[in-house]
């Protein structure tokens, strides 16, 4: 089993910038692809930001030049920068992770392992 466990959010005016945490605990080398996905009240989940089986970056459009996403591999930490907060960032901020077998053919949010979000509030 993997653990994924995310902090960092808040709110913050527009214009603003928050960093995400993710700390994946449990059998962290039987998952290869990580990253982030959102959801806001009413809307579909959105996959964000996410590294590949091959350690690719891939980025929503939505978000591009914006967010960040490294990692941390001693520390088994997933980040995410978001620079130039938008009110249509606000929403619950989940990490995932899968194994390698999965990665290739899922989108975050269908990931097999999820962390319980944390919510990012951006106020106009």
């Known amino acids: 089993q993997v653990q994924l466990t995310e902090s960092g959010g808040d709110s913050v005016q527009a214009g603003g910038s928050l960093r995400l945490s993710c700390v994946v605990s449990?059998?962290?080398?039987?998952?290869?692809?990580m990253g982030w996905f959102r959801q806001a009240p009413g809307k579909e989940h959105e996959e964000v930001a996410v590294?590949?089986?091959?350690?690719?970056?891939r980025y929503a459009d939505s978000v591009k030049g914006r967010f960040t996403i490294s990692k941390d591999n001693a520390e088994n930490t997933l980040y995410l920068r978001m620079n130039s907060l938008d009110p249509e960032d606000t929403g619950m901020y989940y990490c995932?992770?899968?194994?390698?077998?999965?990665?290739?053919?899922?989108?975050?949010?269908?990931?097999?392992?999820r962390g319980k979000g944390t919510q990012v509030t951006v106020s106009s």
């Open positions: 590294f590949d089986n091959d350690g690719h970056t």
């Open positions: 449990g059998y962290t080398n039987s998952v290869k692809c």
């Open positions: 995932a992770a899968d194994h390698p077998a999965w990665c290739g053919s899922r989108a975050a949010y269908d990931y097999t392992y």
